[in-house]
């Protein structure tokens, strides 16, 4: 599975749009960009992922580059319950389940 | 409601005591898992299971047994716990489709004294 690059931490106001970014240089064609988040010591929450095309659903929007090597999740309208570590996550999607590299993640703080 | 369930969501047992996290989804997913997490070391898979009576290791599966007998099910097994199995454990089930995501559960954390 190709490294991710993520910046530890990241500040929002609330109400405004998150943008969180992710490098993936080294990604395969076929490999599926993944994002997940974990409100501190909850189970990790899947949020989106996609392969080429921008992808957008109830949580999230993601903005994959025409190359593939960096992607950005953006929440539209942060609120202080999106406070948690975003993960990107690169991965081939079929094959075996095993594990999901989940790296350091980006720490998102929604501020008041 | 879609979801994976552990149980207990807390425990403190003694070095040595035999114990199991039990794990159920409502999905019918094929795929189930077990991770652990640990503060600086991230997620890190323990077992795997790609269907009924198919498991696999993963990163860390010493001191752990798991079995897959039901679909549903996917028990975490610590036969002779030690304190470094002190950890906050999550199971997760998926689909085996081509976008396979991964659905986690709330967590376990065990302290093992």
């Known amino acids: 599975d190709a490294k991710t690059t993520q910046p530890p931490s990241m500040d929002c106001a609330e109400g405004r749009a998150a943008n969180l970014p992710c490098n993936h240089s080294?990604?395969?064609?076929?490999?599926?960009v993944y994002w997940y988040r974990q409100i501190h010591s909850q189970g990790p929450q899947y949020i989106i992922h996609?392969?080429?095309n921008n992808e957008t659903n109830e949580m999230a929007s993601l903005i994959i580059t025409e190359d593939r090597k960096s992607s950005t999740l953006i929440l539209p309208h942060a609120t202080l319950r999106d406070t948690a570590v975003y993960y990107c996550?690169?991965?081939?999607?079929?094959?075996?389940?095993?594990?999901?590299?989940f790296g350091s993640g980006t720490q998102l703080t929604v501020l008041p | 409601e879609a979801q994976v369930t552990q149980n207990p969501r807390y425990l403190i047992t003694v070095t040595g005591k035999k114990l199991t996290v039990t794990c159920s989804q409502n999905?019918?997913?094929?795929?189930m898992s077990w991770y652990r997490q640990d503060p600086g070391l991230g997620l890190r898979q323990i077992y795997y299971s790609m269907n009924v009576e198919v498991t696999d290791k993963g990163d860390v599966p010493e001191g752990y047994k798991v079995s897959r007998k039901e679909k549903r099910n996917f028990p975490l097994i610590l036969e002779s716990p030690s304190p470094n199995q002190t950890s906050l454990y999550f199971c997760?089930?998926?689909?085996?489709?081509?976008?396979?995501?991964?659905?986690f559960g709330p967590g376990t954390r065990l302290l093992v004294l």
């Open positions: 996550i690169v991965r081939v999607a079929a094959g075996s389940a095993r594990q999901l590299t």
């Open positions: 997760a089930s998926s689909t085996s489709g081509r976008a396979r995501t991964q659905y």
């Open positions: 999905m019918n997913h094929e795929y």
């Open positions: 996609g392969l080429k």
């Open positions: 080294t990604i395969s064609g076929n490999e599926y």
